[in-house]
Every structure is written in structure tokens, then in C-alpha cells.
């Protein structure tokens, strides 16, 4: 292992201090990769890495004198300036893109954008319905190699794409940062306890078609668990202290976001939940009492069916030779029964009898309003 042993020589201060030029280009590597302003690097990890990594000689006080060299190359390239000028505009801390952060270490401050832009660029491609999956992930990896690698992993896991539509709201980003730090198991560098958040949320009122906070204006209290985007709208799913139950909010609608300090609560509740089902189960039938129903189909609406139940979760099965059932779990609401009507008599509620029932009193209750209104 020659690499090794020459490095046992540098060490030893024996010979030829080997690839010294390479040491700032790997130093802002390395901090381009690992470093952000919440995970600074020492410099006594840097001179481990590029001793034991990469073989080359490093000192601590060394690492000091490339990062200066690494701050006045890039202004001098970035600006097309000399060297004595890029070291008159270093005086000004805010001119450096390698900080120092005191008893901490060193991390990259990107300059030309923010973690939210690449977030909400990552985001955007996720939402696009005519980027193959497969894309999709490959333009966002190229999208985080703008960030740290922990970054990068935030950003891909965060938010749960429940149906890839672009959304419109930027305002929603600035909420989106409150509720991400209040579900972070790491902020600043340093571990966190998830927390809860308040927020008042804001519903139209028809008298003067303006958002008027509900509820009285009283805060809602709530231990957030997941970001959901589906249908161009985030959402949050959290655990709804009040009613004891997850629930989930639009994020737009949202103000006076605040992270409470509280620990959250409801993690039982979140571990029962398989989030495909349940988004399809919200987002497609809206809110209401969960039940098993079992439901025939003529045999020509298979994909669509499946398209609103998935295959997971779902049971299949065949009827006859023109229809098939499902059984799947739903929210029975009145939004669900009006899902059923558009299939006409394509469509027949089986089981439970109760929801059966239910459904009878919606048509027959539709079908009175029409019928009084005649008279």
C-alpha cells in the first residue's frame, strides 16, 4: 500500500508533503457535500479526512489558510477581480461563501440561492404529471447536489407527493420551513424533540367572500407528522389535540404559524396509517366515518376503480361475467355517495347494509329537493 506508507512518512515529517495543491479543491468539496449552516465541519475533521481519505498532509491551522485561498479565488473568478481586491472584499464577512461559525465550525452559505429554492424546485418536478417517475428522481438529484447531503435528504423525504400537481402558492413554502423545523429531529446542528405548532386557520365567509379566521379566531393547537401535496394544495396531516384523532389541514389557509416548544403527541395514531391508502381515502371521498364497503362494478370500470382504490389494501374479486366487487375501506360522506352516482347503475353498494341505507336516503333526499321545488 504505497499510498499509506507515504503518508506514514508525512506524517513522520519525513520527504515531500505530496498533492499539497490538491488541498483546497477537496477541502470545499468536502464542505460543498457535508456542510450546511446547521452542520458545520471542524477543522480537525476536515485534516482527518484529507489525511485518511485522501492521503495528503493537513494541519489544522493549514485548513485556515485554505479556506481564505478558496474565499478569495471565488470572488476573484465570480467578479473578475485581482487577488488584492478579493482579500479587501473578504474584510466583509457577508463576501465569504466558507464561513466560520464560532465553536462550531465551517459551512458553506450559499449566496445565489436558498434551501427553499431548491426545495421548492424539487417539489415542482415532483408534481408534474408528465415527468416519469423515474426523471422525476433523476432531475431531482441534480436539483440537491446544490445542498448538503443532509439537506438533499430532507428535501426528498419530507413531503409526501399523494398526486404529482404543481402548486402555486408560494406563501405556502414559508409555512412549510415552521412546520418541517417543528417535525425535525435535528435543528441547528443539535438534536430536537418534535413539537407541536398553533395556527389560526382561515375559512371564506359568504357574506363578504373574505378568509375569517374559525373557530372564533381560536388557536389551533395540532402535532404535525407529514407533509402531504395533492391536487396543486399542501397539506398537513397532524394529530388534531382537540378531537384527539389525525386530521389533516391546508396549509395555505393556515396564518400565524408558530412551533409551541410542546412535544408532540398522537404517535400511535400516525403509526396506523399506511399513507396511500389514506390519501386516496381522504383526498378522493373527503372526511367522514371509515367503514368496509363492498361495492359492484360493471366489469368496463376495472381501471378506474383501480385508479381510486389502488391494489394495496383493496380486495378484488370477480362477480359475474359482467361485474366485479371491491372491498376497500372509504370515508362513507356525502362526498363519496356523490363519487358513486356518477356511475349510474354502473355501480351497486353490497355491503354493509347501513351504508346502503345511507346511500338511499342521499339519492332519495336529492330526489325530494327536486320534487318540492316543483311544486
Given amino acids: 500500500m504505497q499510498f499509506f506508507e507515504e503518508d506514514n512518512d508525512v506524517k513522520a515529517g519525513h520527504g515531500k508533503k505530496v498533492n499539497q495543491k490538491l488541498k483546497p479543491y477537496l ?56 487577488a488584492h481586491e478579493a482579500t479587501e472584499m473578504l474584510e466583509d464577512e457577508s463576501e465569504k461563501l466558507v464561513v466560520y461559525k464560532p465553536n462550531k465550525g465551517f459551512y458553506v452559505r450559499q449566496r445565489h440561492y436558498a434551501l427553499e429554492d431548491i426545495r421548492l424546485l424539487a417539489e415542482c418536478v415532483y408534481a408534474s404529471k408528465f415527468i416519469d417517475e423515474k426523471r422525476a428522481k433523476r432531475l431531482v438529484n441534480v436539483a440537491c447536489e ?15 407527493v ?43 365567509s359568504i357574506s363578504d367572500m373574505k378568509q375569517k379566521p374559525s373557530r372564533k379566531g381560536e388557536a389551533y393547537i395540532v402535532s404535525p407528522y407529514q407533509l402531504i401535496i395533492n391536487d396543486g394544495n399542501y397539506y398537513l396531516l397532524c394529530y388534531e389535540d382537540k378531537y384527539k384523532k389525525m386530521w389533516t389541514y391546508r396549509v395555505d389557509r393556515m396564518s400565524e404559524v408558530k412551533r409551541t416548544g410542546q412535544p408532540r403527541e ?11 391508502t389514506y390519501t386516496k381515502r381522504v383526498f378522493s371521498m373527503y372526511s367522514g366515518d371509515a367503514d368496509h364497503v363492498t361495492i ?76 318540492t321545488e316543483k311544486r
Fill in 266 to 276: 398522537g404517535a400511535e395514531e400516525f403509526e396506523k396509517i399506511d399513507l396511500s
Fill in 162 to 204: 399523494a398526486d404529482r400537481v404543481k402548486t402555486e402558492n408560494t406563501n405556502v413554502y414559508y409555512i412549510v420551513g415552521t412546520i418541517n423545523d417543528a417535525m425535525s429531529t435535528l435543528l441547528d446542528g443539535e438534536a430536537h424533540v418534535p413539537e407541536k405548532i398553533s395556527f389560526r386557520y382561515m375559512k371564506y
Fill in 27 to 82: 477541502v470545499l468539496q468536502y464542505l460543498l457535500r457535508y456542510s450546511d449552516e446547521e452542520n458545520p465541519i471542524t477543522a480537525k475533521t476536515l485534516t482527518a479526512y484529507l489525511i485518511t481519505n485522501c492521503g495528503i498532509y493537513a494541519e489544522r491551522r493549514s485548513i485556515y489558510k485554505d479556506i481564505e485561498d478558496i474565499n478569495k479565488a471565488l470572488l476573484m473568478v465570480e467578479h473578475d477581480i485581482t
Fill in 146 to 160: 446544490f445542498v448538503s447531503e443532509k439537506q438533499a435528504r430532507r428535501i426528498k423525504h419530507n413531503a409526501f
Fill in 296 to 371: 359492484r362494478f360493471i366489469n368496463p370500470l376495472l381501471d378506474t376503480v383501480i385508479d381510486r382504490f389502488g391494489t394495496n389494501g383493496a380486495v378484488y374479486s370477480k362477480v359475474d361475467t359482467s361485474h366485479f366487487g371491491v372491498t376497500a375501506s372509504v370515508d362513507v360522506s356525502d362526498q363519496f355517495f356523490g363519487w358513486l352516482c356518477g356511475f349510474g347503475k354502473g355501480a351497486k353498494i353490497l355491503a354493509p347494509a347501513s351504508v346502503a341505507e345511507k346511500f338511499e336516503k342521499y339519492i332519495a333526499g336529492i330526489h325530494e329537493m327536486y320534487t
